[in-house]
């Protein structure tokens, strides 16, 4: 196809860089502030308890801080990524001239999947990210086997996902191999047909939410273990105070909330993954006798 042009994340990306920087820098300042607090609220608690005011209201100004950042860039964001989310489906919608209408359709629809996870998924990874690096860090300071069991955990979160990717690859690709045929099913068929790609696309959904559901099932019980280890190894500590005892469990259990992003964001790279390679196909070489496409 002549004045092809490819799409990928990067390519998206390259639509508005110094734009989607911005919203990036903000993102890291959002998660600084983030990750700090259950540190603060430890700090505060103890100077509470020992009548000083100086932690508390150290704790209020970071509050400020997150709460500032975090309006800000969902302002921006929303400007930003819906001018992208123009520029993208004129790229699509000329990559797709070809194909017919029900693949353009679904097509367009996917593509703006692409956007919405660097809007969405990609702030949450890095959120994720820089939290789990930190929590590691600073349960580390209260004792080496704190981190190290949050380290583990995390490590068997990943290969039970490795093990899965292929099949969320599989999975999603019938669910859009259905989605494609959508349009062309309602303007022609009868219902009996309409019904049966309805009862397809349940079945495909079904099947993909199914395997979601195991796989996290298992991975949060990996990850809730290394709480459970946590908490019992507050007994190796001298003496500790109700604050540090409360910072410990609090950045465990958001090991926990921050940890499960990891195979959830790979999920998604999953599917995008798939969406990329059905928006980059060329259409004119695989145009059947019928007039429809290959999917």
């Known amino acids: ?14 639509l508005s860089p110094f734009k989607i920087a911005i919203t990036w820098s903000m993102v890291i300042i959002e998660n600084v502030l983030l990750i700090l607090l259950p540190l603060f609220i430890g700090y505060a608690i103890d100077g509470v308890l020992a009548q000083e005011t100086a932690p508390l209201f150290g704790f209020a100004i970071s509050l400020f801080g997150l709460v500032v950042i975090s ?7 929303t400007r930003v990524y819906g001018g992208i989310r123009v520029k993208l489906a004129e790229r699509v919608a ?5 194909a017919d209408v029900s693949a353009k359709s679904a097509r367009l629809t996917m593509s703006r999947e692409l956007v919405d996870f660097l809007e969405n998924d990609l702030p949450a990874l890095m959120t994720a990210a820089i939290q789990l690096i930190s929590i590691i860090i600073i349960l580390a300071t209260f004792h080496a086997y704190f981190a190290m069991s949050v380290l583990v955990s995390s490590c068997g979160m ?5 093990c899965c990717h292929n099949t969320f690859k599989h999975l999603n690709r019938k669910l859009n191999d259905q989605t494609e045929q959508q349009v062309k099913v309602l303007s022609g068929k009868p219902f009996a ?6 009862e397809k696309l349940k079945k495909h959904e079904i099947a993909l939410s199914d395997t979601e559901a195991l796989v996290y099932g298992f991975i949060f019980s990996l990850l809730f273990l290394s709480v459970l280890c946590n908490l019992w190894l507050v007994n190796i500590l001298p003496s500790p105070s109700t604050g540090e005892v409360f910072s410990i469990l609090t950045y465990s259990l958001e090991f926990v909330d921050t940890a499960i992003m990891l195979p959830v964001t790979l999920q998604i790279l999953s599917r995008l993954s798939e969406i990329t390679q059905r928006l980059n196909r060329d259409d004119e070489s695989q145009l059947t006798k019928e007039g429809s496409y290959e999917v």
């Open 193 to 198: 047909a309409i019904s049966a790609h309805l």
């Open 1 to 14: 196809m002549s004045n092809f042009n490819a799409i990928s994340l990067w390519s998206i990306v390259k």
């Open 71 to 77: 309006v800000l860039r969902r302002f921006y964001d």
């Open 158 to 162: 990943l290969v039970v996902y490795a």
């Open 94 to 98: 000329h990559n797709l001239r070809a």
